[in-house]
C-alpha cells in the first residue's frame, strides 16, 4: 500500500508541473517539494480550471469529509472570487423540496458577504433563511459568504440556478445537469390518480434538475426523461410513498412520418342530396411530393371561376386535414398539392361541402401517390474515454448508426467525441448499450436530424402495429 501511495503521489506531481515550471524544476533536479507549496498549486490551479481534484470517502460513515472540508477551506476559490467570475452572482441554488404546511424549500449557498430574511435575490426578497435540515429548521438571521441554508417562502427561485440580485445568470457548463437519456411513458395505475400524478411529477421534477416531464402532444402521453433504470425506479418510489401514486411505465414510441413519391392526379366530387339544400363540390387537384423538410405547400391555378374564389380556402382547409393520417397510418409531411379546375353549384355548394372534397381528393391522391414510411433520424454526440472509442463503432453500426466523425473533447483530455446518425428506436436502449461499452462512463445527447425513408420487413412491420393502434381507438 505505501508503494502504491508513493506511485500515486508522483503520478500527481507531474500531472500538477504541466502548469507549474517551478515544481517541473524541482522533479528534474529529484528534489521533494515542499507540502505547503504544492497545496498552493493545486489551489491555484483548480481558480484557473486547470485541475480538478477528486476525493475518496463516505457521507455515511463520515470517512474522507474532513479533508474535503479543508480543501473547501483552504484550496477553493474564496466565495468573493467565485461572485466576480461568475458576473455577480449572490447566490448558488442546488435542491429544493416541498414540505406539507411549509411550502417550498431552496437550499442555496451564498456568495454575497452577508444574505438575509428579506434579501434581494433573483429579482425578488427572499422570505427568510432556515437551517438546512432538520424536521422544524431553525431560523437564522443571515448567512455569511460561503454558508449555506434553506430558503423559504421564496418560489421565484428554482433548484440548479445562479441568481444575482436582479435575476437568473446564465450557468457555465459544468453547473448545469444532465440532459435526459432515457424516455420512458408514464401513467397512472388508477385513472383518478392522473391529476395528482401530474401534479406530484412536476413537484418532483423542480426538485431534481436532470428530470424531464413533457406531454407529448402527438399521442397525449405523459414522457418521462431520466438518466437510466435506476433513476426511474426512484421517481416511481417517491410517487408510490410520498404522493400515493402507484405508476406504470413504456418505451416511448418514435414518431415516425409518411410521405409520397410520386405526382397523382385527382378527380373528386362530394355530392349529397337529402331534401332541401344539398351539398355539392367538385375539385380536380395535383398530388406530388415536395423535397424532404419544405413541409406542405397549397397553391391553386383556377381559371373561369370554375372554382369561385371563396371556396378556395375551404380547399386548403380539407387538403390540410387530409394530412393528419395518410394512408399508412400515420401524419404526412412534404407534399405539394395545387387546385387546378372543378366545378360549384349555386345552391348546394358550400364552403363545408369544399372542404370534404379538399380532404377526400387529397386522402385518395396519398393513396395512389406510393405512400412511404419515415423514421426519424437524430444526431447523437458521444462523449467517452479514449481507450473506449473503439467500442463505440461496432455498438452504434449493430443499431443501424452512422458514424460522422471524431474529435478530441475540448478542454477534457482522454475525452473524445463521437458523431454519428442514429435511427430514433434506437434511442430505447442506447444508453444501457452504452454504459456496457464504456464502463458506465458515457453519456450522449441527441437531437433531431431529420426524416429517413424505411422500407422492408421492419417497415410493414411498424404499419401494422399502427393500423392495430388505429382500430383500438
Request: net charge negative; aromatic share 8%; with cysteine.
Amino acid at each position: 500500500l505505501q508503494d502504491r501511495k508513493a506511485e500515486g503521489l508522483e503520478e500527481l506531481l507531474e500531472t500538477l508541473s504541466e502548469h507549474d515550471d517551478w515544481l517541473l524544476e524541482e522533479i528534474i533536479e529529484d528534489r521533494t517539494p515542499a507540502t505547503g507549496a504544492v497545496y498552493g498549486i493545486c489551489a491555484r490551479t483548480l481558480a484557473e480550471n486547470l485541475t480538478v481534484p477528486a476525493f475518496f470517502g463516505s457521507a455515511a460513515t463520515g470517512n474522507g469529509i474532513r479533508r474535503l472540508m479543508k480543501a473547501l477551506r483552504h484550496e477553493a476559490p474564496q466565495p468573493g472570487d467565485t461572485s466576480s467570475r461568475l458576473n455577480g452572482a449572490v447566490a448558488s441554488t442546488f435542491m429544493s423540496r416541498t414540505r406539507k404546511h411549509v411550502g417550498k424549500f431552496v437550499w442555496l449557498r451564498s456568495f454575497a458577504d452577508e444574505l438575509s430574511s428579506g434579501a434581494t435575490v433573483g429579482g425578488n426578497s427572499i422570505g427568510g433563511v432556515v437551517e438546512p435540515f432538520g424536521e422544524r429548521p431553525a431560523a437564522k438571521a443571515s448567512i455569511d459568504a460561503g454558508g449555506v441554508a434553506a430558503a423559504v417562502k421564496s418560489d421565484h427561485l428554482n433548484a440548479g440556478c445562479l441568481y444575482s440580485e436582479t435575476g437568473q445568470i446564465d450557468s457555465p457548463e459544468w453547473y448545469k445537469a444532465f440532459p435526459a437519456l432515457w424516455n420512458r411513458t408514464i401513467s397512472a395505475v388508477n385513472d383518478r390518480d392522473d391529476v395528482k400524478l401530474s401534479e406530484a411529477l412536476q413537484q418532483i421534477a423542480a426538485e431534481d434538475r436532470s428530470l424531464t416531464v413533457i406531454l407529448d402532444q402527438e399521442s397525449g402521453q405523459v414522457i418521462l426523461g431520466t438518466q437510466g433504470s435506476q433513476h426511474l425506479r426512484r421517481v416511481q418510489q417517491t410517487l408510490s410513498d410520498v404522493f400515493g401514486v402507484e405508476t406504470d411505465t413504456g418505451p416511448f414510441v418514435a414518431h415516425y412520418r409518411e410521405t409520397i413519391t410520386r405526382n397523382t392526379d385527382i378527380h373528386f366530387r362530394h355530392k349529397k342530396q337529402s331534401g332541401g339544400a344539398g351539398q355539392f363540390a367538385d375539385v380536380k387537384l395535383t398530388v406530388g411530393p415536395a423535397k424532404r423538410g419544405d413541409g406542405f405547400a397549397f397553391s391553386e391555378k383556377i381559371h373561369g371561376g370554375s372554382v369561385p374564389r371563396n371556396y378556395i380556402p375551404a380547399v386548403r382547409l380539407g387538403a390540410e386535414e387530409a394530412m393528419a393520417r395518410g394512408p399508412l397510418g400515420f401524419p404526412v409531411i412534404d407534399v405539394l398539392v395545387q387546385l387546378y379546375d372543378g366545378q360549384h353549384h349555386s345552391v348546394d355548394s358550400s364552403d363545408m361541402a369544399f372542404r370534404i372534397a379538399g380532404r377526400g381528393g387529397v386522402s385518395e391522391g396519398l393513396s395512389k401517390a406510393q405512400p412511404v414510411l419515415l423514421e426519424p433520424i437524430f444526431e447523437v454526440r458521444f462523449r467517452a474515454p479514449s481507450v473506449f472509442t473503439g467500442a463505440l463503432n461496432p455498438m452504434i453500426s449493430s443499431m443501424r448508426g452512422q458514424i460522422l466523425g471524431f474529435d478530441r473533447e475540448a478542454g477534457a483530455e482522454g475525452w473524445d467525441v463521437v458523431r454519428a446518425l442514429m435511427p430514433g428506436t434506437s434511442l430505447e436502449g442506447l444508453i444501457n448499450n452504452l454504459r456496457s461499452a464504456t464502463q458506465g462512463l458515457g453519456r450522449y445527447e441527441a437531437d433531431f436530424a431529420h426524416f429517413q425513408e424505411l422500407y422492408g420487413r421492419e417497415a410493414d412491420e411498424i404499419v401494422e402495429r399502427r393500423a392495430e393502434e388505429n382500430a383500438r381507438r
